[in-house]
């Protein structure tokens, strides 16, 4: 294989004015300035000390249950023990441990260190290791599964140089960016790129706000900094768009104000408080706007109140939210952050559209309980001795509102899923609402359990509620 090289490369910096001297020296024959980024060099020096490698190792799992997905492909009785289990008195082998790698970076010199849940969620141990390749064991201050963020504490007997977080609000698309982490375990790997759009709704939740960028951003980039060309935090790496799996230009990182505000949450207790209004909202399209009487398709319309909220008797169905607390609301997914973010019993101000008139409504915020606080034990559930593999939970009045549920709605919503299971292969996610499976309806996760164990068609028909939109997939149980 042969590598063709550049004879010539422009960084991104370089100016018109530069570049114009360049020609110029190339037109007289002269000797070609250098074009080095010196900035940019700096910068990455400047940060790079502030950049971490996250270990989260999981000890060997118990014996698993029948079903699963064992090593027995030498064993005589293999394929038997597979499906059925072993007899009494035979211990199936144990999955021996695993470790996974991730990144993050120094939150102040305390040794606080800001990752992403999933890069620690089910460890046993975390180790962080430092830019001098120092390694410390970590405590898990504390996770957010609904922002994929999560606060390490490390103790490491001195102050540790920590990044300044930027305003994520005033970064602007077509910014540069540089993206320092671990991926597939190269420590200190720098990309750059620039902010290829803000705002970005990914399916992860109605709290999370992503950047995305076209920096590269590979397995165990997650939870490493995403910085300005100031040298300030702007976001976390947290997720890519790829059908191969590698990186494809399509990286997307947890905003900073989001940031922190969750980490400060965290160190304070160990959980996050959210503000809850309690309110069913949708986006307010063209034809809804023509029919409510505004002049354009902006703000968050309210479709139900859940009584007892915060917002029973103060808000009611049809009012169009424009602004909370002096920030607009220009589409419904600005609401659940800007709420969410505000200090539990805090009064708070709302600007809403009520039959033509601009009213100033005052309430106070409440507690959200979100709905994996309602969850119960994961749905062991098998037929024909294959687990549907997903964790469910009843879908409460909260959830509803949140999610912007109608009432009528009823099922369990899915609040985890196994990777490589039946559900996660079928397409389904986190916060789908599971309707019916076959011909039962699924209204609680006894009901699932029960749906699955009585359903005799391979694959099942299962319906879903994805974001308002009832959906059918045909998931393999058996």
């Known amino acids: 294989m042969s590598i063709r090289k550049s004879s010539l490369l422009f960084p991104r910096t370089t100016s018109w004015a530069g570049a114009s001297a360049l020609g110029a020296a190339l037109l007289a024959g002269t000797a070609i300035p250098a074009l080095a980024d010196e900035a940019l060099a700096d910068l990455v020096e400047n940060v790079s000390p502030s950049v971490v490698t996250i270990i989260a190792k999981q000890d060997a799992q118990p014996t698993p249950a029948q079903g699963q997905d064992f090593n027995l492909d030498n064993h005589p009785f293999g394929e038997f023990f597979k499906r059925f289990g072993g007899p009494e008195g035979f211990k199936m082998p144990e999955r021996g441990p695993s470790q996974g790698l991730g990144s993050g970076f120094v939150l102040d010199a305390d040794g606080y260190i800001v990752t992403n849940h999933h890069v620690v969620e089910n460890a046993s141990t975390v180790t962080v290791r430092l830019s001098d390749d120092r390694s410390f064991d970590a405590e898990v201050v504390g996770t957010d599964p609904l922002t994929d963020i999560a606060l390490l504490r490390i103790d490491a007997g001195e102050d540790l140089q920590a990044v300044d977080l930027g305003d994520s609000d005033h970064i602007r698309v077509g910014e540069d960016v540089v993206a320092i982490g671990n991926p597939f375990g190269l420590s200190s790997t720098v990309t750059t790129g620039i902010v290829s759009a803000k705002g970005r709704n990914i399916s992860e939740g109605p709290y999370a706000e992503f950047i995305q960028t076209d920096a590269a951003i590979n397995k165990g980039n997650s939870g490493g900094p995403l910085f300005n060309m100031e040298g300030e935090v702007v976001g976390v790496n947290s997720a890519i ?235 393999e149980i058996a």
């Not at 949450?265 to 949708?282: A, E, P, T």
């Not at 009584?307 to 103060?314: F, L, N, T």
């Not at 024909?384 to 879908?395: E, R």
């Open 241 to 475: 768009y790829s059908p191969s799996g590698g990186s494809v230009g399509l990286g997307f990182a947890v905003t900073s104000n989001i940031v922190e505000h969750i980490a400060a949450d965290l160190r304070d207790d160990g959980q996050v408080s959210r503000g809850w209004l309690g309110v069913s909202i949708q986006n307010v399209s063209p034809e809804l706007a023509s029919a409510i009487g505004i002049d354009a398709a902006t703000g968050a319309l309210v479709s139900d109140v859940v009584p007892g909220s915060p917002a029973d008797g103060v808000l009611k169905q049809g009012d169009v939210i424009l602004s909370f607390n002096d920030q607009s609301v220009d589409n419904s997914s600005d609401l659940p952050i800007l709420v969410g973010t505000t200090r539990v019993g805090s009064d708070s101000v709302l600007t809403v559209l009520r039959d033509g008139n601009t009213q100033q409504l005052e309430l106070t915020i409440g507690q959200f309980q979100s709905a994996s606080a309602d969850a119960q034990d994961p749905v062991d559930a098998k037929v024909s001795d294959t687990a549907l593999g997903v964790t469910v939970a009843p879908l409460t009045d909260a959830a509803r509102a949140e999610m912007g549920a109608p009432e009528t709605l009823d099922g369990v919503v899915v609040t985890s899923l196994e990777p490589e299971s039946p559900a996660a292969k079928a397409g389904l996610q986190r916060g789908d609402v599971i309707v019916r499976l076959g011909a039962l309806e699924t209204a609680t996760p006894e009901a699932l359990k029960a749906a699955l164990q009585s359903e005799k068609t391979d694959p099942a028909l299962v319906l879903i509620n994805r974001g308002g939109n009832q959906i059918f997939v045909a998931v």
